[in-house]
């Protein structure tokens, strides 16, 4: 998909702050620091419309980027490490908990994992609890770059093994420095929204 239009339309950390938008959303979970703004830049050619950070916890709000005026792109705090209190972590879990329970627009969720990792037990619950509540996951396996391309399919295995992945839900080989899988990212995501 070319996309001509990109920009941050909301930041939010309670419903009330949420986009008063009929638009569909696809949201990004991920561990913190596995690359979720980095995915958003790379799909819509940008270099910093997200923020990266090599500090893990930088995104602390459901941050909504409107695409094309098509979709929300809404990237989540990470889960997993990040060095804020206890009280903090546990006040992003309700905040990303409600979003993606109530928010009607919700169409599915990103799931960003490293794929030179086996998931980790966070990665786990996050997709478990997604499949609990019947949200649609698209599984991104990011940073293939970082691994010779012969490995892909025992890391993807890998990745399908650990998390018990159900059959339907896609898993898409992804690199935010190569725009390896970038195609096959919008694909899914165009598909999750129809």
């Known amino acids: 998909m070319k996309v001509t239009k990109a920009e941050l339309d909301c930041v939010a950390v309670k419903p009330e702050q949420y986009p008063n938008s009929p638009l569909p ?9 596995v690359g979720k703004s980095s995915f958003i830049n790379k799909m819509i050619n940008r270099k910093k419309l ?6 893990p916890g930088k995104t602390q709000t459901l941050n ?19 060095k804020v209190s206890k009280k903090d972590r546990e006040a992003w879990g309700r905040m990303i908990e409600t979003y993606l329970q109530q928010r009607g627009q919700l169409k599915a969720v990103l ?9 980790t037990k966070d990665d ?9 509540f019947e949200i649609p996951v698209i599984i991104i396996a990011t940073k293939c770059d970082k691994i010779p391309k012969g490995k892909w399919p025992k890391h993807v295995k890998n990745i399908a ?22 195609d096959e990212a919008w694909k ?5 929204i129809s």
Do not use: C
Not at 25 to 33: I, P, T
Not at 50 to 55: I, M, P
Not at 124 to 132: A, S, T
């Open 124 to 132: 786990q619950l996050m997709y478990d609890w997604l499949k609990h």
């Open 25 to 33: 959303e696809v949201a990004l979970a991920g561990r913190s620091n």
């Open 111 to 119: 799931q960003i994992i490293d794929i030179r990792h086996d998931p």
């Open 64 to 82: 909504f980027y409107n695409i094309n005026d098509i979709l929300h792109f809404v990237d989540v705090p990470g889960y997993g490490f990040a």
């Open 161 to 182: 093994s650990v998390l018990e992945k159900d059959g339907g839900d896609p898993i898409v080989i992804f690199s935010s420095e190569t725009g390896v899988g970038k």
């Open 188 to 192: 899914a995501i165009l598909h999750a």
């Open 50 to 55: 997200a923020r990266t950070s090599q500090r």
